[in-house]
């Protein structure tokens, strides 16, 4: 396992700990070991991306190709594919997305590596997303009314470049991601047969998650719920 985590990281990130073989995540929602049958990993060395070890990247060819591309909330393995196909030398990602807030959820990503510097490309995560949250928290105690919330702020920012308003370089610091090199397709595979095989999984206990399609609040920001 390919583990370099700092102080900082580990400080934002108490319910984890990393282990020599595998990884142990602890919070009021989810008792987590990755990889194990209920959070597997695809073979291969397992890989820890953070704030700490990814890095900025201004190619202006990675960058046209990343603002190319139509990315959608939710659908990370399909904006992942598209990523990989808008610039060469990309390689993908699959594993477990992690938030400071405890929040785990199986997830596909892409980085370009040069060497020992890493860039992170996610497309499906808005950079903004936690500000929005708390902006819309301060407004609105009601769960539907902050949902709504945030899918008109993250509307609005559709105009935006992609480079601007989604991961791209650096892990933001209130994420962690957790995986091994997964095609999509891949990917999408190992998620149905989990949820084949644990139709109510433990990272998708929170009220509006939904493990088998959309989420209450996919389905606010798509026009589909009032």
């Not at 919070?27 to 695809?42: K, R, W, Y």
């Not at 497309?123 to 928290?137: D, H, V």
């Not at 009314?145 to 892990?171: M, P």
Request: proline share 4%.
């Amino acid at each position: 396992m390919s583990v370099s985590i700092d102080d900082k990281v580990k400080a934002r990130f108490p319910f984890i700990d990393f282990r020599k073989r595998d990884i142990r995540i602890k919070t009021d929602e989810v008792n987590a070991l990755i990889p194990s049958p209920m959070f597997p990993l695809a073979k291969g060395r397992i890989r820890v991306f953070h704030s700490g070890n990814t890095g900025f990247y201004e190619d202006e060819a990675l960058k046209s190709a990343f603002n190319s591309v139509t990315f959608n909330i939710g659908r990370c393995y399909s904006n992942t594919r598209k990523l990989l196909e808008s610039h060469g030398g990309l390689k993908a990602y699959a594993g477990w997305l992690i938030g400071v807030d405890g929040m785990v959820i199986h997830h596909c990503w892409a980085t370009f590596e040069q060497g020992e510097n890493v860039h992170l490309l996610d497309g499906t995560i808005s950079t903004s997303i936690n500000r929005y949250i708390n902006e819309g928290s301060k407004i609105t105690s009601d769960l539907d009314e902050l949902r709504r919330y945030v899918a008109n702020q993250l509307h609005r920012e559709e105009s935006t470049d992609n480079t601007k308003k989604a991961v791209f370089g650096v892990c933001p610091v209130e994420l962690l991601y957790i995986g091994t090199p997964t095609a999509p397709a891949e990917a999408l595979n190992i998620w149905k047969g989990l949820c084949r095989k644990y139709p109510q999984h433990p990272a998708y206990k929170l009220e509006g998650q939904n493990q088998y399609g959309k989420s209450r609040m996919q389905r606010i920001y798509d026009g589909e719920d009032a």
